[in-house]
C-alpha cells in the first residue's frame, strides 16, 4: 500500500482549478422526521469545481447534484423525495450552487457564500467549510478536503408537501441540515 503524502498548504495559499472527486464526496442532508428522529440521505451523482488565485482571489465555487441519485436508503421514501411532492425530478433534475462570495474567516474555516437552487428557486445561502489539509494521493493527485454544513428551510424552495401526525405536530421538519464532506483534486 502506498502511502499518503500530506502538505502543509495553508488554506490561503491554495491556487488553481479543483475537480470535485464525486467518489471520495458526500454531499447530504437530514431532516427531522415525525418529530422524534432524523431521515439522513445524499445524492451520490454530484460534480463540481472550484477556481482560486492566491489568498483566495477570484475563487468560485460551482456544484451540480443529480436530484434522481438521492439515497435515503429506503427506496419508497426515494421514490416519494423524487415525485412531484418534493423534488419532482422529471421537471427539475438538478440542485445546483454557485458561490458569490468566498473568504478565509481563519486558517482552517472558509465562509462560502452562494446561491442555491432547488426546483427553479435560487435562495442566497451561506455554508461554514472546516479546511481538512492537503495531501498527494499514491497517484500523484493533489487534494484537498473540507467539510461544512448549514441550515435551510425546505419551505423557501418550494418543498412544502407535509402530513399531520394524530399526537400533533407534523411528519417531515421544515428545517433541514445540508451536509459537505469534500475531496477535490487539482487539476490545473
Do not use: C
Not at 463540481?48 to 456544484?63: C, F, H, K, N, Y
Not at 441519485?69 to 440542485?95: C, M, N, Q
Not at 468566498?102 to 442555491?116: E, I, M
Amino acid at each position: 500500500m502506498t502511502d499518503v503524502t500530506t502538505t502543509a498548504t495553508p488554506l490561503r495559499e491554495l491556487d488553481g482549478t479543483y475537480a470535485i472527486d464525486p467518489s471520495h464526496t458526500r454531499i447530504g442532508f437530514s431532516a427531522r422526521h415525525a418529530m422524534v428522529t432524523k431521515v439522513r440521505g445524499a445524492f451520490n451523482e454530484v460534480e463540481g469545481s472550484a477556481t482560486t488565485g492566491p489568498d483566495l482571489q477570484g475563487a468560485r465555487i460551482e456544484v451540480t447534484m443529480q436530484v434522481a441519485s438521492i439515497d435515503t436508503r429506503s427506496a419508497d421514501r426515494d421514490g416519494h423525495l423524487k415525485s412531484a411532492d418534493f423534488f419532482d425530478v422529471e421537471t427539475y433534475p438538478t440542485i445546483t450552487f454557485a458561490s458569490t462570495e468566498v473568504t478565509a474567516v481563519d486558517s482552517d474555516t472558509l465562509r462560502v457564500t452562494g446561491d442555491l437552487t432547488i426546483k427553479d428557486v435560487t435562495r442566497p445561502v451561506t455554508i461554514d467549510f472546516e479546511y481538512a489539509g492537503a495531501a498527494t494521493d499514491p497517484f500523484g493527485n493533489q487534494r484537498v478536503g473540507f467539510e461544512g454544513s448549514t441550515v435551510v428551510n425546505r419551505k423557501d424552495f418550494g418543498l412544502t408537501w407535509n402530513a399531520a401526525l394524530e399526537t400533533g405536530g407534523v411528519l417531515v421538519a421544515e428545517k433541514a441540515t445540508l451536509e459537505f464532506e469534500i475531496s477535490a483534486i487539482k487539476s490545473a
